[in-house]
């Protein structure tokens, strides 16, 4: 059985070839771990096995592995669905929270960084699938949430984020992954206020070398570095 050393090294390496392939450099894109359902003892081995940046889902789980020291020396992002009565818990505390597709989520995450005197790093999750009842705004939303954002002190928009729907086809999946990078392209280009589009976080374990070759400058990766994730 791989160790979870071997699969950052074999992570690492691939994201790294996937930069090169795609014109750029191995430290251009941000390996973010997923790390939702593994416990603190597995996250510090992926810290010393290299991990950076580690991204967590639910928010209780964040909190519970913080106290526990599970992230120290590493970056945290949040990138599950946020609901506003847990902003508290995760503004201030994040470098990044990923997820934000709602005014509501934008406002509060403002007024509760700037009540702690910082300003919160965010992206804005684009629902590129348009599938119902996901996260992450229509494209059609995108910018009148980032005019709400772009004037809001308390948060700094710094790109986009997306989860493209789950398909078997590799051909329909990059043409989700393009899509994003075209809409980040056309949105940097805009020049709000306020904002910098220097993120697109796109790409999980089955296809983050796709995501990578489409333009992607952070990948989420959980199960290829973690193994399976066993659900109870
Ligand atoms: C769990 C998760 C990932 C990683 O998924 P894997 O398929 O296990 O790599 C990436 N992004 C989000 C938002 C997740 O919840």
Not at 64 to 81: D, M, P, S, T, V
Request: glycine share 10%.
């Amino acid at each position: 059985m791989n160790t979870i050393l071997d699969n950052v090294k074999a992570v690492q390496d691939a994201v790294a070839q996937a930069a090169l392939r795609s014109g750029r450099q191995p430290e251009d894109v941000t390996l973010v771990a997923a790390s939702k359902m593994n416990d603190t003892p597995r996250l510090r081995e992926a810290y010393n096995a290299g991990i950076r940046v580690f991204g967590e889902n639910r928010v209780q789980e964040l909190v519970e592995k913080n106290a526990q020291g599970a992230y120290e020396g590493a970056g945290l992002h949040f990138i599950g669905h946020l609901q506003t009565n847990k902003v508290k818990f995760v503004a201030g505390v994040c470098d990044l929270i990923q997820s934000v597709d709602s005014e509501a989520l934008v406002r509060q995450i403002g007024r509760r960084a700037a009540a702690l005197g910082k300003v919160q790093d965010i992206l804005i999750e684009v629902n590129i699938g348009r599938e119902p009842g996901k996260s992450g705004v229509l494209t059609e939303e995108l910018e009148a949430l980032l005019g709400i954002a772009s004037g809001e002190p308390g948060v700094h928009v710094r790109g986009l984020m997306a989860i493209p729907p789950v398909t078997e086809n590799p051909a329909l999946s990059r043409k989700f992954f393009d899509a994003m990078h075209q809409l980040y392209v056309d949105t940097a280009a805009k020049k709000y206020d306020n904002i910098d589009m220097c993120v697109l976080s796109m790409g999980m374990s089955a296809d983050y070398a796709e995501a990578i070759c489409a333009g992607a400058t952070m990948v989420r990766v959980g199960t290829a570095i973690f193994g399976s994730r066993h659900y109870v």
